[in-house]
């Protein structure tokens, strides 16, 4: 029997070349999305459709309540979803506060409840400037805490924290993955925004491996 993992799956592209990079590897994965209130949740139907397909356990926990703690951020506010560049000072409202912490922790939960021995998530070298909680140092710890915080021990897997976007796509592309059964868009509308900083980074990773991003875009 193979063993079993947690993926953290948002529906993202680096979540999903997670994804595939964790199924590839042989692992019995089961996926587990978050609805903690983002404009984005289009990704969560989109997460859905992937694992379908693939006929893969998926479960979508809802947490919204806690934005009534969180809700400083554009993500999960009525403030404007700031334009530009990550590296630009206003990308930082898009930071919720200790998400990742707690959807880690959530995620850890999961996996000793099926006995499972990781849990994956994608953060990456792109987001460390703007995220901290996507930094090697907070996975250190997080990875810390989950060896101790139960009977039984998980180890918080990242296979590409110390890349970039760019090179998250690329390993992508080699296993032939389909980044249209993705979304990236901070705006959850019909098409991606092109604006924003996560589509930003996301076509200037389709710009850098030379590869045409199959999403449409408003501009």
């Given at each position: ?23 590839q ?19 969560l ?18 947490i ?31 930071v ?55 009977y ?6 990242t296979p ?15 296993m ?20 924003c ?23």
């Amino acid at each position: 029997m193979s063993e079993k993992a947690v993926v953290v799956y948002s529906g993202g592209m680096d979540s999903f070349t997670v994804l595939h990079t964790a199924i590839q590897s042989g692992l019995d994965v089961h996926a587990l999305s978050f609805n903690y209130g983002q404009k984005h949740s289009k990704e969560l139907e989109v997460a859905a459709k992937v694992c379908q397909s693939l006929n893969i356990s998926h479960k979508v926990v809802d947490i919204t309540a806690i934005n009534s703690l969180m809700a400083t951020s554009s993500l999960t506010s009525d403030a404007e979803i700031p334009e530009g560049h990550y590296e630009s000072e206003s990308m930082k409202s898009t930071v919720v506060p200790n998400r990742n912490m707690v959807l880690l922790s959530m995620a850890i939960a999961y996996a000793v409840s099926l006995e499972a021995g990781k849990v994956y998530y994608g953060a990456h070298s792109g987001d460390h400037h703007i995220y901290p909680d996507c930094r090697p140092e907070f996975v250190e710890g997080m990875n810390a805490v989950a060896k101790i915080a139960n009977y039984q021990t998980v180890e918080i897997v990242t296979p590409f924290l110390h890349v970039s976007k760019g090179d998250i796509l690329k390993a992508g592309l080699a296993m032939n993955l389909d980044y249209s059964n993705t979304w990236t868009c901070y705006n959850g509308r019909e098409k991606s925004c092109g604006k924003c900083g996560a589509c930003n980074e996301r076509l200037e990773a389709f710009a850098e491996q030379q590869a045409t991003d199959p999403l449409a875009y408003e501009a």
